[in-house]
């Protein structure tokens, strides 16, 4: 189960990786990073995955890792929201990460449910 654990970790952080990119090319080739009123929402989300992706490997505590997992989930969730919905700017290069923003997250649902729904009775802790 620990593997699973950093599978969704993992998948998590290139999911952000890949958002910020396609945020990235949003806001036009070659100018780079900048802050939209449409676009600030999503760079703060992806700085807040970012950085719960990166200190979640250090929870060894079951009960963390499962309220981080779902915290996870949740601002996922919120990504696909906000771009559906048209909060989030986006033009025709964003439209080449448009497959990754949509195929990562079913993975890191599929994961995350599985590793709620079977780690609970059986682990009490992960230990190596």
Do not use: C
């Not at 952080?13 to 802050?35: C, D, E, N």
């Not at 505590?61 to 969730?77: A, E, G, P, T, Y």
């Not at 990562?104 to 649902?109: M, R, S, T, V």
Request: glycine content about 4%.
């Amino acid at each position: 189960m620990k593997s699973e654990y950093h599978q969704i970790l993992f998948l998590s952080l290139i999911y952000s990786i890949i958002y910020f990119l396609s945020l990235i090319f949003a806001t036009g080739h070659g100018i780079g990073f900048k802050f939209d009123d449409n676009q600030a929402i999503a760079y703060i989300l992806v700085l807040i995955l970012f950085s719960i992706s990166i200190s979640s490997f250090k929870i060894k505590d079951i009960k963390q890792r499962h309220s981080m997992v779902k915290f996870i989930n949740v601002l996922i969730i919120l990504f696909i929201v906000l771009f559906l919905s048209g909060i989030v700017g986006s033009n025709e290069a964003m439209f080449i990460f448009i497959f990754p923003i949509f195929i990562i997250p079913i993975f890191i649902f599929i994961w995350s449910l599985h590793y709620l729904t079977f780690n609970k009775k059986y682990h009490t802790s992960d230990s190596e």
